[in-house]
């Protein structure tokens, strides 16, 4: 039986071509066959083998990393743990990113555990989210159990690890590559070791693995003096495009990515410089192209929660934090929608992210969505949208920093194979 991973999104052209063109072998036909003509050694070469040989070529396995967009049908995710999360030192990037009202928090608590009735809760919060995903016909696989409290040191810093939470921030899957986001902050230095099993599985298996460089995370990558003591001074040095991580050396976390097929729209924040945009954009290139675009928001800091797409032409976007390059998204044809504000209550901890959680969600596939079960009032902007949703509660889980989409990384999502016919050439002004 002939199966071919593919996309709805956009491909990358010249490894679709090598997939394809294996799996079909001699009985390529028609405008695949056109599409993707050998070269003529390799033709007589074939020729060859067909008039001698007569045993059958063994089926090439199916590589098991595939994703190209955030709608397509889920078909395996990886999930984060709560297990052993642990509060990260509080240093100046970690600041720059938490608001004020939590700041006594991690002074109290840096260094050590999550509080451990709210972590216990967390965690089967997130077994149940695994529970509901595999009855949704979902695959689940899980990160590694590690010790965060242990402390490490390189020539240029001292920390304590934090956790394995969120592989959204650290994991980007683009086509059949799993890329390592070199991260930002100091207490997530380590983070990856906790995947390193699984994405050395898929590596045996097909998949592509790319490590982005990792950085020193020397003093010099952070502005030691970022003045962030009000949200006016956060909104006046996002504003002026000011940020906590300098322009020293690479650096990015992969959640400050959304994938739309051969587009992927990245913003430059707390976490994210220019230069780990320009890494991603030359490393990409010319499959997929990158396009910054920017959001009023006094403290970006991954892209999820403020510009989620959902569809095809279909995004979520943050009332609160508006894009200035809207306007070239509704030109392009897309449907902007605008989430209604957030149900949770203002004492519910949020000690590393915003209510805005509520719009981080996790698509199934184009007509079924995985949502808070507590924000009735988004249930119902789904619903009349015709997508059918999947209640969860995590409130726990959030409280360490991520919604849905930020516990989970896609591994597979099964597309077909035709081209997310999008007008997105018009967002070259606005590529890296």
């Not at 956009?10 to 071509?17: D, F, L, V, Y």
């Not at 216990?120 to 590690?146: D, F, S, Y």
């Not at 394995?164 to 683009?174: G, S």
């Not at 957030?342 to 199934?364: A, E, R």
Request: proline residues 6%; contains cysteine.
């Amino acid at each position: 039986m002939l199966r071919v991973r593919c996309l709805r999104g956009g491909s990358r052209g010249a490894e679709a071509a090598h997939l394809i063109g294996a799996m079909l072998g001699r009985s390529v036909t028609g405008w695949v066959q056109k599409a993707f003509q050998s070269t003529s050694s390799a033709a007589a070469a074939q020729h060859h083998a067909v008039e001698e040989e007569a045993v059958t070529e063994p089926l090439q396995q199916e590589c098991p990393v595939c994703s190209y967009n955030e709608w397509d049908p889920l078909e395996e995710v990886i999930v984060g743990r709560a297990e052993n999360a642990h509060v990260p030192p509080f240093t100046v990037e970690v600041k720059a990113n938490t608001y004020e009202k939590y700041w006594s928090f991690y002074q109290k608590h840096g260094g050590q555990s999550f509080p451990a009735d709210h972590l216990k809760k967390a965690v089967v919060e997130i077994e149940e989210m695994c529970n509901i995903l595999r009855h949704e016909g979902v695959t689940v696989r899980r990160p590694e159990p590690l010790d965060w409290s242990v402390s490490y040191t390189t020539p240029d810093f001292t920390s304590t690890g934090m956790y394995a939470a969120m592989p959204r921030d650290i994991l980007l899957v683009v086509g059949n590559e799993i890329i390592e986001a070199p991260m930002a902050w100091r207490a997530r230095f380590f983070e990856y070791r906790a995947y390193r099993p699984l994405i050395k599985e898929y590596f045996h298996k097909g998949a592509k693995w790319t490590t982005a460089p990792k950085p020193t995370m020397a003093d010099e990558l952070y502005d030691q003096d970022y003045p962030i003591r009000t949200v006016e001074d956060r909104h006046k040095l996002a504003a002026q495009g000011k940020f906590v991580t300098t322009e020293h050396e690479p650096c990015f976390d992969a959640a400050d990515f959304i994938r739309a097929g051969r587009d992927l729209f990245v913003q430059r924040s707390q976490v994210t410089n220019y230069m780990g945009i320009e890494w991603m954009r030359r490393h990409l290139a010319p499959d997929f192209k990158v396009h910054i675009i920017s959001f009023k928001d006094p403290n970006p800091m991954h892209i999820d929660a403020t510009f989620n797409i959902i569809g095809p032409g279909l995004v979520l976007s943050n009332p609160d934090r508006p894009c200035r390059q809207v306007d070239m998204f509704k030109k392009a044809g897309w449907t902007i929608v605008k989430p209604p504000v957030p149900l949770i209550p203002d004492d519910h901890p949020l000690w590393m992210s915003s209510k805005w959680l509520s719009m981080n969600v996790l698509m199934l596939d184009e007509k079924r969505v995985m949502v808070d079960a507590n924000e009735t009032s988004i249930h119902k902007m789904f619903e009349s949208l015709g997508i059918k949703t999947i209640k969860v509660n995590i409130r726990h889980a959030n409280s360490l920093g991520g919604g849905f989409h930020c516990w989970t990384t896609d591994v597979r999502r099964r597309g077909t194979w035709q081209l997310f016919s999008s007008p997105l050439l018009t967002f070259s002004t606005f590529t890296v």
